[in-house]
C-alpha cells in the first residue's frame, strides 16, 4: 500500500499525487476504469491481480477520493467502480505517461505525429476492433452543446481523429517540423466533401481534436464543417481508447486515426495509421456503408486490449 510521506515531502506535490497513484496496481486500476471496466469481477479478469490485493487497492482509491461506488444490484447489493473528478482529471497523466514510453521506450526518441505500420502503438490500436466505445462518453462540440462520440440517430458511426484544425494557436516553433502535423484540415475538409455520400449511407461523422471548442467553432464556421467537432481536451477519449498522441507545444495532440463503431458502440474497423489521408477517407466510407447494410453486424472479437 502507499507508503508514508516523509515530512520534507509534505508540501511537494509530485509525492503527495505518487502516495495516491504511484503504486502500479493502483495506476493500472484507473486506466481500467477509464476504459470503461467498473465491476470487481471485470477488473480481476482483466488485471491478473489477486483479489485481495484489487480489493486494497480499490479501498485505497475510494478512500482518497479517486474512484467512488454505485450500487448496480441489490440482494445482495453489488457495486460498480466510477471515477470522482479527481480521477478523471488523472486523464492528461496516463496519456503523458503513455505519450513519454511509446516515443522514448517504444519508439526512438524522436517527436512525430505520424506512425508506421506495426507498430506497437499501431497494434494497440487495431487491438480495440471488437471491444466498445464507454457509455456515455459526451464531449464538448463546437456549437456550445455535448455530444457523445458515438451518434445515437445512426447505425454506424465514424470517429476520426486529428492534430488540429490547421496550425494551433499559439503556433508552437517546431510544429511545422513535426512529422504527421502538415494538412491538418485536410482530413476535415475531405470528409466535408464525402459528407452527403457518409449521410446517405447510414453512416455518421464525428471531429476529435485535443483543441478548446471555441478554435473549433471558429474553423467549422469557415469552412462550412456539416457534421460536429468535438473537442477531447481533457482526454476522455483518449484515455479511455489509448489513442496515440504526441507532445506539440507543451500540448497532447491526437495522431491521425479512424474508428468506426455501430450503434451498440462496439468498435469493427480502426484505419491506423493513416498515410494516404484521402485513400483513408474513401476507405472509411466504404467500410461504414458496408457495415451500415450488414444485418447481422457483430465484429470479430479481437484480442483481449493489453498493453
Request: with cysteine.
Amino acid at each position: 500500500m502507499a507508503r508514508e510521506l516523509r515530512e520534507q515531502d509534505a508540501v511537494c506535490a509530485i509525492a503527495q499525487g505518487a502516495a495516491v497513484v504511484g503504486e502500479w496496481w493502483s495506476l493500472l486500476i484507473v486506466r481500467e476504469v477509464t476504459r470503461g471496466r467498473h465491476r470487481f469481477d471485470d477488473l480481476h479478469a482483466e488485471l491478473g491481480i489477486s483479489r485481495r490485493v484489487l480489493a486494497e487497492r480499490l479501498k485505497h482509491l475510494l478512500d482518497h477520493g479517486v474512484l467512488e461506488r454505485r450500487p448496480y444490484q441489490q440482494r445482495p447489493t453489488r457495486y460498480e467502480y466510477h471515477l470522482t473528478d479527481a480521477g478523471r482529471a488523472l486523464a492528461p497523466v496516463l496519456i503523458g505517461l503513455q505519450d513519454w514510453a511509446d516515443r522514448f521506450f517504444l519508439g526512438d526518441g524522436t517527436l512525430t505525429g505520424s506512425t508506421s505500420p506495426g507498430s506497437p502503438e499501431a497494434d494497440r490500436l487495431h487491438r480495440l476492433i471488437g471491444a466498445g466505445v464507454p457509455e456515455p462518453l459526451r464531449l464538448p462540440a463546437a456549437d456550445g452543446s455535448e455530444l457523445d462520440v458515438v451518434a445515437v440517430d445512426a447505425p454506424i458511426t465514424v470517429i476520426f481523429t486529428y492534430p488540429a484544425t490547421g496550425a494551433p494557436s499559439p503556433l508552437p516553433a517546431n510544429w511545422s517540423e513535426i512529422p504527421g502535423t502538415a494538412g491538418c484540415t485536410l482530413e476535415n475538409r475531405l470528409f466535408r466533401a464525402s459528407s452527403g455520400a457518409f449521410a446517405g449511407a447510414g453512416v455518421a461523422l464525428r471531429g476529435v481534436s485535443t483543441q478548446r471548442p471555441d478554435e473549433q467553432q471558429a474553423f467549422a464556421e469557415a469552412e462550412d464543417i456539416p457534421f460536429p467537432l468535438l473537442s477531447d481536451m481533457d482526454l476522455a477519449l483518449c484515455a479511455a481508447l489509448r489513442l496515440p498522441t504526441f507532445r506539440a507545444g507543451q500540448t497532447l495532440r491526437l495522431k491521425r486515426a479512424i474508428i468506426i463503431t455501430d450503434a451498440a458502440r462496439t468498435i469493427h474497423h480502426v484505419l491506423y495509421p493513416i498515410i494516404d489521408i484521402p485513400a483513408a477517407v474513401d476507405e472509411a466510407l466504404r467500410l461504414g456503408a458496408q457495415l451500415a447494410h450488414t444485418p447481422d453486424r457483430h465484429a470479430t472479437s479481437g484480442p483481449r486490449i493489453t498493453c
